[in-house]
């Protein structure tokens, strides 16, 4: 047995890796290196223009940032990866609760508002197209939850 | 116009990583290493954001709860190694903490149950938590986790109804965007009462 | 396919017996009689068997059934000449045996020989390497296509020396008394296998005997090509006695520096590897 | 409907549609959901392991006692691990699974936060601390594969018609490596002392199968 | 937006962002974080987020007072 | 569209910078730091109309702002 400090150069380098307290330095030391190679290869990255879900806003529309076109109650055409999948694909966007139609019908400035209550894009990628992404999410937030009331709850020891 | 404008953004946000990581492998204390973490989740949202799509957003939303999680998880975790188990200092307010609150929370909760789902939650939660941190929090710890517990039931089932019997959409969008408020409100102003010492 | 099975089992005991054999006379001993293990194997299948006390139970037997269902699973298909992938993982999930074993017991030596294997996570890298060479050079990760491959081309060992390497190392890190074996060192007994008696241990040699002959056998295949069935076994023996010569001469490492030896082994063959991809 | 893809891990088998999250078994998938689903039953049904210490210098021992509402907590903390890894194991969406993975990554501090062992416990954060800086990597790969290919779908990804640049896979792996601290053996090997071993078990399991499909979904890209 | 109030507002936003890292106090600094919102708030009510704009000035306070809890803590 | 962006990816510049490298070694100097890149990202979400999203972060950076003050109070400065 060496003593510490010593030792050939992988005797070494295998003291450093095995202190877990480095644990974050090794792992931001990984990123950094790779993301170097990012950005050396930035030039040849493209934004690919034919995007799922594009945006396309109606700034005249009341229901500014929201509105994606269609009737209330009826489908309105979303680029969605696999439209065959989500037969109602589309009434979610276009749905309107009747406050909200209020809201759209009387003022320009609360778009986000009016949507948002349930119906517009974002519910429909969340909780149609794409809801198993939201399952997770909400399990995620679930287990996290889970683990700090356990341990605050648990207290001293 | 989105595609030169993604590389610029690329080339800062890769920047703005490679300046966080270097400071996270600089950083030898474990709370300053927490603060850090919270900066890289910034930084991974903005990757996300740049996309620029209907889609991006929907995605910064589970990204933007996985970090919260994480954090809340991680910090505990950090509260019980370190053996912190109560406030260094007894509890303080200031004059703002007596008047504020309740408007403030009630133009939140209201705000968040307009918007619903997540960001419902969220906001809504602000408003709960900003309350009970003011005015301190009695035992209702086991009612409150019980109905975000219905709720995230609730939310599944709406996920099925959407993905199994797709006609009835309304009611699929109604209970879930309810579900999801309640249930993201509920947790987040449980970290509100999570404030005093240890809630036996 | 059950005589092919039964066969690889024997062949595989035999050979563990053979390196054993090899490396006594190495250093200058007489050694057991070369169907030793054989016999160990069977003298086991009629001992007593029972659980410990202390163990998890449950997970205590399954992952005997388990280390037998996947070298088991890993033979055919390698005789399917299915997904190399598929077969990688096989051998990947080998590694929860390793730790299910030494957890499930509650001995302390059976722990020290899991914590170990989780120190030695490092010996499955150089097969990422493997992997990635060979779809690279062939396009193709089924074995059948790997094959073909090799009819056209030539051997993979000659088109890719380095690649065949990391795996001759993943091979290396798994046999009995190797530099590498630090999950079997003397010094915590028979580390993860300790409490498994009987016909646990039994299950457990056949397992491993398993193990050892499709390990062989894949290399085989994979860098060497299509042989007749003889000739495979011959060059697999010839392997093998190249592993015992290494394992009677090297001594065995500390439970890091396996891990830096492997690490950087495999980050070198990488090097090459992505050189010979951006170059080629 | 959809044609299943042949791709590396074998021809598709049977596909899940979940909108636009399509899951789908291949040969290889198929084997690691059936590896992550006998592990998780094995957590559900096995009683812990009680450990024994040998007392040095003597020649006694004495076996460790466990609290049950730890070994509660415990279990369900890997069966959500379990239930995770089966999602990613089998997700046909690039940012579905790093949701997936990330949600192992916190199950996996949720498993030994439960020691009461500051050794163990430091250990936990360390490797929570990875686990939150990793989401970087993990999201930003995910991200960089939709804008610069325009879908997360892995039908599509893993068709010859598309690219996907490089730093978006090396990305991904990092961040896999990063949640399910594969290579991290160090920061695993302290966590791996605590006693409970078929959930202990669980955090292998679900990080080995995890890299073991990021492998597959790198190498089709 | 009219250009001159964009120019206007991005600069009371910077100069926010330049005075929170030169400040030491936290005092300072906490105040400098709220000229940075007074720059940003105008551009959200700009695109039409009327309630946005309100939903931000209403979280950011809060967000300042639970800051300033251990603000105060720090002065005394 | 550009000015919210460009602004957004100035203060998100300045601000990792601000957090990276405090100009002291203390807990709360990050944390109020910590504001600025969120504005940043705050600004760059608004350019490409992703309010919902926008709304959502902030609300959750007030709870993780709450979250790490709690942990603050115990821990003391050091």
């Known amino acids: ?157 | 116009m989105t595609g030169p404008l993604y590389i610029a953004g690329l080339a800062v946000a890769f920047a703005g990583i490679l300046v966080a990581f270097y400071a996270i492998m600089r950083e030898s204390d474990d709370f300053h290493r927490i603060l850090l973490t919270d900066l890289a989740e910034i930084l991974a949202l903005v990757l996300i954001a740049l996309v620029a799509t209907d889609l991006a957003e929907a995605l910064i939303l589970p990204g933007l709860v996985v970090g919260i999680s994480e954090l809340m998880a991680v910090s505990e975790v950090y509260l019980v190694k370190e053996g912190l188990f109560r406030p260094q200092y007894p509890p303080l307010s200031i004059e703002v903490m007596d008047t504020a609150p309740a408007i403030l929370t009630l133009a939140l909760v209201a705000y968040g149950i307009v918007l619903s789902g997540f960001t419902g939650g969220a906001v809504a939660g602000v408003g709960a938590v900003f309350y009970m941190m003011c005015r301190g929090h009695d035992e209702r710890f086991a009612v409150i986790e019980a109905a975000s517990g219905y709720a995230w039931a609730l939310w599944i089932a709406a996920f099925f109804i959407f993905m199994v019997a797709p006609q009835y959409w309304l009611f699929a969008v109604m209970t879930a965007g309810g579900a999801l408020l309640l249930k993201v409100a509920g947790k987040m102003s449980l970290v509100g009462t999570m404030r005093g010492g240890s809630n036996e | 396919m059950i005589d092919i099975l039964l066969f690889g089992i024997f062949a595989g005991l035999l050979l563990h017996g053979i390196h054993r054999k090899v490396i006594a006379r190495v250093q200058g001993r007489p050694g057991p009689p070369v169907w030793q293990e054989i016999l160990h194997t069977l003298k086991f299948s009629f001992k007593e068997t029972w659980i410990p006390v202390t163990a998890s139970q449950a997970l205590f037997v399954a992952v005997v059934l388990v280390a037998l269902g996947i070298w088991t699973a890993a033979l055919f298909v390698l005789l399917l000449e299915g997904s190399l992938l598929l077969l990688f993982g096989m051998y990947m999930l080998h590694k929860i045996v390793e730790h299910g074993l030494g957890l499930s017991s509650g001995s302390p030596y059976g722990k020290f020989g899991a914590i170990r294997s989780v120190i030695s996570a490092a010996s499955e890298i150089p097969l990422f390497a493997t992997i990635g060479a060979v779809y690279l050079v062939t396009g193709s990760l089924m074995i059948s296509d790997i094959l073909a491959w090799q009819q056209v081309h030539g051997p993979l060992a000659i088109a890719m020396p380095p690649a065949a390497l990391a795996m001759y190392l993943v091979i290396l890190s798994k046999v009995h008394y190797s530099p590498f074996a630090i999950i079997e060192a003397k010094e915590i007994v028979s580390g993860n296998r300790t409490e498994h008696f009987g016909v646990w241990r039994a299950g457990l040699d056949v397992a491993f005997a398993l193990k050892t002959f499709v390990l062989l056998f894949a290399f085989v295949l994979i860098f060497v090509g299509a042989l007749p069935f003889a000739a495979v076994l011959a060059v697999m023996l010839v392997l093998l006695l190249s592993l015992s010569f290494v394992c009677a001469l090297c001594p065995m490492l500390s439970p890091y520096d396996t891990v830096t030896v492997q690490s950087l082994a495999t980050g070198l063959i990488a090097v090459y590897i992505v050189a010979f991809g951006v170059i080629g | 409907m959809n044609s299943l893809p042949a791709d590396i891990g074998g021809p598709g088998l049977y596909a899940v549609e979940f909108g636009d999250i399509v899951n789908y078994f291949t040969p290889y998938t198929a084997v690691l959901f059936v590896f992550a689903l006998v592990f998780t039953a094995l957590a559900i049904a096995s009683r812990p392991e009680r450990q024994v210490d040998i007392i040095f210098g003597g020649d006694g021992y004495y076996t460790k006692d466990i609290e049950p509402a730890k070994l509660g907590f415990q279990r369900f903390m890997a069966i959500a691990c379990g239930l995770a890894t089966l999602g990613a194991v089998v997700s046909g969406d690039v940012f579905n699974f790093t949701l997936f993975t990330s949600m192992v990554g916190i199950t996996n501090i949720g498993i030994v936060a439960a020691y009461t062992n500051r050794h163990v416990l430091n250990a936990a954060f360390q490797y929570g601390i990875v686990a939150m800086i990793a989401t970087v990597p993990l999201f930003g790969g995910a991200a960089i594969i939709l804008a610069t290919t325009g879908t997360l779908s892995m039908w599509e990804l893993f068709g010859p018609a598309i690219a996907v640049p490089l730093i978006a896979k090396a990305f991904l792996i990092l961040g896999v490596m990063g949640e399910g601290m594969a290579p991290f053996y160090v920061a695993k090997a302290e966590i791996t002392r605590a006693p409970g071993a078929p959930y202990v078990l669980m955090i292998h399991v679900s990080s080995l199968l995890l890299f073991l499909r990021v492998t597959e979904i790198v190498l089709s890209m | 937006m009219n250009e001159l109030f964009a120019i206007v507002f991005g600069a009371i936003a910077l100069l926010g962002a330049g005075a929170a890292v030169a400040e030491r106090d936290p005092f300072a600094r906490l105040i400098a974080i709220g000229v940075i919102a007074g720059g940003v708030i105008p551009f959200i009510a700009d695109r039409g987020y009327l309630d946005v704009a309100t939903a931000v000035a209403l979280i950011v306070p809060v967000t300042t007072i639970v800051i300033l809890l251990v603000c105060r803590r720090e002065a005394a | 569209m550009n000015a919210e962006f460009l602004l957004g990816m100035a203060l998100l510049a300045i601000g990792v910078v601000a957090v990276a490298f405090p100009r002291d070694r203390r807990y709360l100097t990050r944390l109020i730091s910590l504001e600025i890149p969120a504005f940043g990202l705050l600004l760059i979400m608004l350019s490409y109309d992703e309010t919902i999203a926008l709304l959502t972060f902030i609300a959750v950076t007030a709870i993780a702002t709450f979250v790490l003050t709690r942990v603050l109070e115990r821990r003391g400065e050091a």
């Open chain 1, 1 to 157: 047995m060496k003593p510490e400090g010593q030792g050939s150069l992988i005797s070494r380098i295998s003291r450093e890796l095995s202190n877990y307290d480095y644990l974050a330095a090794v792992y931001a030391l990984l990123v950094i290196v790779v993301t170097i190679v990012g950005v050396l290869t930035l030039p040849f990255l493209s934004y690919e223009d034919g995007q799922i879900y594009g945006k396309h806003i109606d700034r005249q529309s009341p229901l500014d940032p929201y509105d994606r076109g269609g009737t209330p109650f009826n489908a309105t055409i979303v680029h969605a990866q696999y439209p065959e999948n989500s037969p109602t694909l589309g009434y979610v966007t276009a749905y309107l609760t009747p406050l909200s139609q209020f809201f759209a019908d009387t003022t320009q400035h609360l778009g986000t508002t009016i949507v948002a209550h349930p119906g517009g894009i974002i519910d429909e990628i969340l909780y149609n197209t794409r809801g198993l992404d939201t399952v997770v999410e909400s399990s995620i937030l679930f287990v996290a939850f889970a683990i700090a009331a356990y341990l605050f709850r648990r207290g001293a020891v």
